[in-house]
């Protein structure tokens, strides 16, 4: 008979958060506290959508993340803690120093800004998210 490792919940939960993609991912759920899209995680990290998809399966299978479907965008939570482990480990990405998550705290406010009623409606490739973008990038946008 087949007996689970007791520890493997905990090594799915450090290996997802291995990759410096899921851990921003991460800080960013536990520190916007808001939900997120892929379109938006795309935009924020500068990453294609087949990258921020197979991060989120990872973090997702992991027990880090939960998805919700809304109309046509699926968006990605942090899943709350459950147990004394999970508080530990939210705390400690939480405790990564913002300034190094400066540039894609930027970008992530400025893209949940383009939302209407809490709902994304900039999909891939917008022209919208290009113009924002040009402006952050020329600091032309207050910091």
């Excluded at 027990?63 to 508080?87: A, I, M």
């Excluded at 705390?91 to 400025?110: D, G, K, Y």
Aim: glycine share 4%; charged share 30%.
């Amino acid at each position: 008979m087949y007996e689970p490792n007791p520890f493997e919940r905990y090594m799915s939960i450090f290996k997802a958060l291995s990759d410096e993609t899921r851990l921003k991912i991460i800080w960013l759920l536990c520190t916007i506290d808001s939900k997120i899209c892929v379109s938006e995680i795309m935009d924020v990290l500068g990453e294609t959508q087949y990258n921020v998809s197979r991060h989120l399966k990872v973090l997702k299978n992991a027990g880090l993340v939960y998805e919700k479907r809304e109309g046509k965008w699926t968006f990605y939570y942090h899943r709350p803690p459950e147990d004394e482990f999970d508080t530990y480990v939210k705390s400690a990405v939480a405790s990564i120093p913002a300034i190094l998550m400066a540039q894609e705290t930027l970008r992530c406010n400025h893209r949940l800004d383009m939302r209407v009623d809490g709902k994304c409606v900039v999909g891939l490739d917008s022209e919208e998210w290009d113009s924002e973008l040009k402006k952050i990038k020329n600091n032309e946008v207050n910091l």
